[in-house]
C-alpha cells in the first residue's frame, strides 16, 4: 500500500492536505467546482459578508516579476521573468449571502465528501455587527458547509470593526470567535493577519474565545512599485494608491516565520498555512513546522484560475518524497521540524579560532588582514 495522502484536520477527514484558499479561484460555484474535479482536498470561499461591496475600478490583482541576473522588479509582463508576488486591493465577495447560500448548498449536494469552508466576515463595532456574524456562520452551516473560517485579516477595509483592524485586537477576535462559535456545529477557523506585533497573542485569544484552528498568513500590508519613467505606482486609480496586501513567493518565508511562533506556542493546536506554495517543497516547510492542512492562492491564481496542474503537482510530489523517506501518513513528518527554530542566543558559536565572523560567506567582502606595525 503507498502513503496515505488523506488527513483529519479539527475532527474533518480531507482526501488530501492541500486547499484552494479564500480569493478569487474559490468565488462562484462553478470555480469551487472545478477545483474539486481538479484534485484539491478542501475550499475555502471567497470571504462572505452582508455589506454591500463595490471593488475598486480596474483590475483588483497584478504580478510583480523578476528578471534573473538583474535587478529589475515591475509588473510589466516580459519574457523570461519569474513571479515575485501577487499585489491586491480586492475586497471581500461583492456577491451578497443570498447568492452564495443555495450555491454552498449545491457545492455540497454535488461533491458530499469533499471539504467545503465558508470564509465569513462581518463588523464587530456593535452588538447588531456582532449579530452578523452568527447571521452568516447559521445560513452557510445550514447549507451544509463543513467548517467557518472567520476573515480577522483583510488588510484593506476601511471600517475600523474589520478584518485586519480587529485582527489586532485581541478583545474583540476573542469575542468574534464567541459569538460564533455560540452558534456553530461545525468547527470554526480564525484567520489572522501577520501584520501585528505578537500574533501569539491574536492566536490565544481566538482559542481563548472557542477557535478549532488557526489559519496564517493572509497577505502582507504592502504598496505597488512606482515606475521610474511615468513616476506612477504600477497599480493606482486616478494616480492614487492606497495599501494592499503582498502574497505569492516572496511572502513564503514571512508567513514562515509567523507559523513557526504559533506552532511553537500552541504544539497541540491546529493550523493551516498559507502563503507562497506553489509545490511540495513549499508546503513541506508548513507541514514540518506542524501545520495540519495548507492553502494555495497566488499559484493557483495563474493556473488556470483554480491551479488544476498546481494541485496535480502537488498531489504528486507529496506521493514521491513520502515513499522516498517511508512516510506513511502526514502525521510521520508534521511538526519534525518545530523546535529547530530558537533564540537567536541559543545558535552556537565557534570558537576564537575558527571565527571568520561569517566574512567567508557571499555578499561580504574579505575581511582586511591584520595591519602589523613595523617597528
Ligand atoms: C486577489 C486576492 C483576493 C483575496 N481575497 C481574500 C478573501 O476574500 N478572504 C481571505 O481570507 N483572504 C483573501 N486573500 C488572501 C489569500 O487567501 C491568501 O491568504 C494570500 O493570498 C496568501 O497566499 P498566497 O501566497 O498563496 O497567495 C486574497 C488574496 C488575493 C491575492
Not at 56 to 68: N, Q
Amino acid at each position: 500500500m503507498g502513503p496515505q495522502l488523506s488527513v483529519s484536520f479539527t475532527g474533518l477527514r480531507f482526501d488530501n492536505p492541500f486547499l484552494l484558499a479564500s480569493a478569487p479561484p474559490t468565488e462562484s460555484d462553478s470555480n469551487i467546482m472545478r477545483a474539486f474535479d481538479a484534485g484539491w482536498g478542501g475550499v475555502v470561499t471567497k470571504t462572505i459578508g452582508l455589506h454591500p461591496v463595490v471593488n475598486v475600478a480596474g483590475p483588483k490583482t497584478r504580478f510583480l516579476r523578476a528578471t534573473p541576473d538583474s535587478p529589475h522588479l515591475s509588473m510589466q509582463r516580459r519574457p523570461g521573468s519569474a513571479l515575485h508576488s501577487s499585489w491586491n486591493w480586492e475586497l471581500i465577495s461583492d456577491k451578497t449571502i443570498d447568492w452564495w447560500v443555495p450555491r454552498l448548498g449545491r457545492i455540497k449536494q454535488a461533491y458530499p465528501s469533499r471539504i467545503l469552508v465558508a470564509s465569513i466576515m462581518a463588523g464587530s463595532g456593535s452588538d447588531e455587527e456582532l449579530a452578523n456574524w452568527q447571521t452568516l456562520a447559521v445560513a452557510c452551516q445550514n447549507e451544509g458547509v463543513d467548517a467557518l473560517e472567520l476573515n480577522l485579516s483583510c488588510p484593506h477595509m476601511d471600517r475600523k470593526d474589520m478584518g485586519s483592524n480587529i485582527g489586532k485586537d485581541q478583545e474583540l477576535i476573542s469575542i468574534v470567535a464567541q459569538v460564533v462559535k455560540q452558534v456553530s456545529r461545525v468547527p470554526v477557523w480564525a484567520k489572522l493577519t501577520p501584520s501585528t506585533t505578537d500574533i501569539v497573542e491574536e492566536a490565544r485569544a481566538a482559542f481563548l474565545g472557542g477557535a478549532d484552528a488557526i489559519t496564517s498568513s493572509n497577505t502582507f500590508p504592502s504598496l505597488p512599485l512606482i515606475d521610474p519613467e511615468t513616476l506612477e505606482f504600477e497599480m493606482n486609480v486616478d494616480g492614487m494608491v492606497s495599501s494592499g496586501g503582498l502574497g505569492g513567493p516572496a511572502i513564503l518565508p514571512l508567513s514562515m516565520a509567523k507559523m513557526a511562533e504559533l506552532t511553537q506556542a500552541f504544539p497541540d493546536k491546529a493550523f493551516s498555512g498559507i502563503g507562497g506554495i506553489a509545490d511540495f517543497s513549499h508546503a513541506l516547510n508548513y507541514f514540518l513546522l506542524g501545520c495540519g492542512t495548507v492553502q494555495v492562492c497566488t499559484a493557483a491564481m495563474l493556473d488556470h484560475a483554480v491551479g488544476p496542474n498546481v494541485v496535480h503537482r502537488l498531489l504528486s510530489e507529496m506521493r514521491t518524497a513520502m515513499e522516498r523517506r517511508g512516510w506513511e501518513t502526514l502525521e510521520d513528518f508534521r511538526g519534525i521540524r518545530r523546535d529547530r527554530v530558537v533564540p537567536h542566543s541559543r545558535i552556537r558559536r565557534p570558537d576564537a579560532k575558527a571565527y571568520h565572523g561569517g566574512y567567508e560567506a557571499e555578499g561580504y567582502a574579505a575581511p582586511e588582514a591584520p595591519t602589523t606595525t613595523k617597528a
